[in-house]
T-cell receptor, first 112, second 114 residues
Framework: QKEVEQDPGPLSVPEGAIVSLNCTYS??????FMWYRQYSRKGPELLMY????GNKEDGRFTAQVDKSSKYISLFIRDSQPSDSATYLC????????????FGTGTSLTVIP | DSGVTQTPKHLITATGQRVTLRCSPR?????VYWYQQSLDQGLQFLIQ???????AKGNILERFSAQQFPDLHSELNLSSLELGDSALYFC?????????????FGPGTRLLVL
């Protein structure tokens, strides 16, 4: 079983829609949860970083962690064409000196 | 432009060969990470260095090795190359080594093993 599973999509939504991206993970020891955005032919960029359970909001982006069900989500409100990219979730056990595990990524297209 | 540079951009080589990928972190960043991204495996963390010392190890094969030099640039050495090693190799850097820090990714080196 992979450490983190992510629906690869592709996901296509109209501009302005609310987007929900999700991952599940297998090891309850994971405490740090990240979302990256990767544009085509570019390196990933960190969007959200959360510790333990709960929500974290940054502008149009909200990251949600439910440790009881080992489920993490990224919500994008008022989606824009510039949000079209691949979104990767990642998990780790510790904050430093740790192994990162990435989901395979969900491809998102926001249609104007 | 993230400030992280990687050379070469593209590399084509044959099975059994050895290659070296180079990464220069952003000015002031002490931590360097290496990742491999392939279509079937996705993005995989390979190894992390902090100020010249290995800090964390991921899914790095024994045929692969890395080091960080005193000037903080890093090299990833891939030997006895196999077809399955064809992938995009990213280097990233951050100021320290804490997970919540933004990692700045380079443009990647695309390796094709024939």
């Amino acid at each position: 079983q992979k450490e983190v599973e992510q629906d690869p999509g592709p996901l296509s939504v109209p501009e302005g829609a609310i987007v929900s991206l999700n991952c599940t993970y297998s090891n309850s020891a994971f405490q740090y949860f990240m979302w990256y955005r990767q544009y085509s032919r570019k390196g990933p960029e960190l969007l959200m970083y959360t510790y333990s359970s709960g929500n974290k909001e940054d502008g149009r982006f909200t990251a949600q962690v439910d440790k009881s069900s080992k489920y993490i989500s990224l919500f994008i409100r008022d989606s824009q064409p510039s949000d079209s990219a691949t979104y990767l979730c990642a998990v780790s056990e510790r904050n430093t000196g740790n192994q990162f595990y990435f989901g395979t990524g969900t491809s998102l297209t926001v249609i104007p | 432009d993230s400030g992280v540079t990687q050379t070469p951009k593209h590399l084509i080589t044959a099975t059994g060969q050895r290659v070296t990928l180079r990464c220069s972190p952003r000015s002031g960043d002490l931590s360097v990470y290496w990742y491999q991204q392939s279509l079937d495996q996705g993005l995989q963390f390979l190894i992390q260095y902090y100020n010249g010392e290995e800090r964390a190890k991921g899914n790095i094969l024994e045929r692969f090795s890395a080091q960080q030099f005193p000037d903080l640039h890093s090299e990833l050495n891939l030997s006895s190359l196999e077809l399955g090693d064809s992938a995009l190799y990213f280097c990233a850097s951050s100021v320290k080594a804490r997970g919540e820090e933004t990692q700045y990714f380079g443009p990647g080196t695309r390796l094709l093993v024939l």
